[in-house]
Every structure is written in C-alpha cells, then in structure tokens.
C-alpha cells in the first residue's frame, strides 16, 4: 500500500472539500435573495403600475437572515456536541468504560491502546466498550487529545484477533491525531444550520388556525425550495469530506502498524458479518462519520454514505479485491517446542532416561 501517497492524495482532497462547502453556503445566499425576489415579485412587485422597487435593505436583510440561521445554527449544535465531552458522548453511544481486571478481552484492548499510545506519541485516549453491540466497529470521540476516547464493540473483541484489534485501534488513533472528529462535527452543525433555514420556510409556509395559508406562505416555499438545495449539498460536501478522512485514516493505520492484514483483516471480516446478516446496533446520523464502518440503512443514507464501500478501502489496502474472512477469531501464532533429542545409549524398550543426580 503506497500508504504516504494516499495521506496526501486524502488531505488535497479535503482541503477541496472544504472549499467547496464554503462555496455553497455562499450560493446559497444567493438562491435565498434570488428565490425571495421572485416571491416579492409574485405578491407585490409585478402587479403595481410602474418600476418594481424592492424595500430598503431587502437583499443586506435576507442575507444576514441567512448567514443567522446557517452561522447560528453551526454555533449551537457544534457547541452542543462540544459540551458533553467525549466520555459522554460514547456513553450516549453505548459504550463504558473497558475493564482489563475482569475480561482478558479488554484487557488485551487496553494492553493495544496504551501500546498504540507509545508508538504514535500521542497522549492515551479512555479506552471504552460497547458491550451489546454484536457487529465489529469502533469509534473515536473527543474534540482534542485531551478529551479523546477509542471504543470497540463487543464483536471486535470477540471476533479479532491481535494484530486485527492493532489495526483497528491505529484506524481511530489516526482520527484523533488528524483532528477528523473536530472537523466533522463543525460539518455537522453547518448542515444543522442549513437545515434551519428549511425549517423556517416550513414555519412560514404552514397555514394558520383557519387553514388558510396568507402571502407569507409563498415566501416560506421560497425559503424550503433554498434550504432543501442547500442542505442536501451540505449533506452530500460532509460525506464526500469524511470518505477522504476515511482514506487517510486507513493509510496511516497501514503505516503505524506496517501490517496490512491488521485493518484488512478487519474489513474482510466485517464484509462476511454483512453478508451473514449480522445487525448492529443503530446509532444516529450525526455520529455516523464517527464509526470504522457506516451501518445506516435505506436509499437516501446510501446516496450520502459518510464512508467508502468496503471493496473500495480493501483494494486501497491490497492493491486488488480480497476475498471475506471467516468470523471468529483465529488463533494466535504459537512457537512450537524444539523436539527432543533421541538419546543414543537410551533404554532398549525406547524409555526416556530419568533423572540423575550428580
């Protein structure tokens, strides 16, 4: 795997990524101005006699509107997801604290973290487990490398053998060591705020007690038809962004490991558990990107599915498409005991000697 080539490869392309998300907030402030001149032309503007004149401040007004609402948005959830912490919010996700002293499983998974601590210098995130998730995956939280925390689930540990479970500790190191969690959830509260600006379109666009929908109605369609674009951009952006952190995330995995069948491995066995049928436990949209495999379902997920497919990050790592692996963990490479030598003036009946005392 040309690991060093596909971390930049992956960084270019976020920077892109970024880019291009800014850019389409500010086409959406022009999609709102443009969308509410038409509404002001429909309801007033072309019916009266005259040069149509929009009122003072229409365009400065509907833009600060817009960044309010995008911009606030942002602000709020991001603060909000900021505020429980990472502990908390891998509680929120399932997970508690591992406990080495009474499980030789997570013992084996704390022994790996604190191993990957060293390796990477990186400061020991809380090693936590999400006991009734049956599916192999893990995540990382945390806004810094203070605050951060690496779970698995129950069926790594009891599925993953040593140098997989490396593999997949070093996948979530790297996503707090590039900073991956911060930046999607700053991605997340901006498509929060996009999706505000729908919901006020909707606010306006409902009709009053008597079931009558007033002119302010047209404008409110105005304002859902922006925020729908613009939130399904935003939606799209995100995603394309943490595919990119995926990659990257992989490559240095490969790289912090040197062993390909670590973090390959992993996927091949998560690629027979979905094709056995093995359900994992849900989580919501907003930590979707947080998760080594995605496990949304539906249409709509699929079309802004915050990860590569698995055959796409297996060819990544092998370079071709690799068949799945058997569930279970296989057995550790052993050391086989040197045979004994056969003693040449031994007992006729093929005994071995016994002791002497000298």
Do not use: C
């Amino acid at each position: 795997m040309r690991f060093f080539e596909f971390q930049r490869d992956a960084r270019g392309q976020t920077r892109k990524l970024v880019l291009a998300f800014a850019l389409t907030v500010l086409l959406l402030v022009v999609a709102v101005n443009a969308a509410l001149a038409l509404a002001w032309g429909l309801t007033w503007g072309f019916w009266v006699p005259g040069e149509m004149h929009y009122p003072r401040h229409y365009f400065a007004v509907n833009t600060g509107v817009t960044l309010l609402f995008v911009l606030g948005g942002w602000w709020v959830e991001t603060s909000r997801l900021t505020g429980n912490g990472g502990v908390r919010l891998a509680e929120q996700m399932g997970a508690r604290l591992a406990q080495p002293s009474g499980d030789f499983d997570e013992k084996r998974f704390a022994n790996i973290v604190d191993e990957m601590s060293i390796s990477s210098g990186m400061k020991r995130p809380t090693a936590m487990v999400v006991p009734r998730d049956q599916g192999i995956n893990a995540f990382a939280t945390g806004w810094d490398v203070n605050d951060a925390v690496v779970a698995v689930t129950r069926g790594a540990l009891e599925n993953l053998n040593r140098e997989e479970l490396q593999g997949l500790v070093a996948h979530e190191f790297s996503h707090i060591g590039e900073g991956d969690t911060r930046l999607n959830m700053r991605l997340a509260g901006m498509v929060f705020g996009l999706e505000m600006l729908y919901r006020l379109g909707q606010v306006l666009f409902e009709p009053d007690t008597r079931d009558r929908r007033m002119v302010a109605a047209l404008i409110g369609l105005a304002i859902m038809a922006a925020g729908w674009l613009g939130w399904v951009a935003g939606h799209a952006l995100q995603a394309a962004v943490s595919r990119q952190r995926e990659y990257l995330a992989d490559a240095r995995a490969v790289q912090w490991t040197r062993n390909r069948d670590g973090l390959g491995g992993v996927l091949r066995k998560v690629l027979s558990q979905q094709r056995a049928g093995v359900v994992p436990r849900p989580v919501g949209s907003v930590v979707q990107h947080m998760l080594l495999v995605a496990n949304e379902t539906g249409s709509v997920a699929h079309w802004l599915d915050s990860h590569p497919t698995l055959d796409q990050r297996i060819r990544r790592i092998y370079g071709r498409s690799m068949a799945p692996l058997p569930l279970g963990r296989s057995e550790e490479p052993t050391i086989d005991a040197p045979p004994v030598p056969k003693e040449e003036n031994g007992d006729a009946g093929g005994k071995p000697p016994g002791w002497t005392l000298i």
